[in-house]
């Protein structure tokens, strides 16, 4: 079973699925996947809003989401008054990320979505990602990187579908 197959099975598995959404490669292609197993009915994408996600990949992201028929949601983030975040530490992310799941797993639960997930891939995983402990905590999935798609794996996967993040 090639990779693709293998992100179809688990998702059919899950029935309903939250994606935190950026309108990057890896949660386009993960939210594209997941509208083509599922159906729009059983797929949430979810924006963290806040003063620290530009302008421009916002509506990057919604251009996307439009193009591909996804369900938005979005919801304001506040990690701008977080001490922490703002202290600039080298975990930085870690606050960015707790704030940003703490608010979007209940959302995305009140809505009848228990599973929730992110776009890390297997290469985020080599890397130091503070965020990464932030999804841990509060139950959020990780199928490409659990399922070994590296950033080319993605890449490569999004260009077949003729999606324009790729």
Not at 37 to 49: K, Q, S, T
Not at 100 to 127: H, K
Request: with cysteine; hydrophobic share 40%; charged share 25%.
């Amino acid at each position: 079973m090639d990779k693709e197959q293998a992100l179809i099975s688990w998702l059919r598995d899950q029935r309903r699925i939250a994606i935190g959404y950026s309108g990057g490669v890896d949660s386009a292609y993960l939210a594209t996947v997941a509208l083509s197993a599922l159906g729009p009915d059983n797929v949430l994408a979810i924006i963290g809003r806040s003063a620290s996600y530009p302008d421009s990949q916002w509506r990057a992201a919604r251009e996307v989401a439009e193009q591909i028929g996804l369900p938005v949601l979005e919801i304001e983030t506040d990690e701008l008054n977080d001490p922490r975040y703002a202290a600039n530490p080298s975990n930085r992310c870690y606050f960015c990320k707790t704030e940003l799941w703490g608010r979007l797993v209940p959302v995305a639960r009140e809505r009848g979505f228990d599973v929730v997930a992110d776009g890390t891939n297997a290469d985020d995983l080599s890397d130091y990602r503070p965020g990464a402990q932030a999804a841990r905590e509060h139950d959020v999935r990780s199928p490409l990187a659990d399922l070994g798609f590296s950033k080319a794996d993605i890449r490569e996967y999004s260009r077949a579908r003729g999606m324009p993040t790729w």
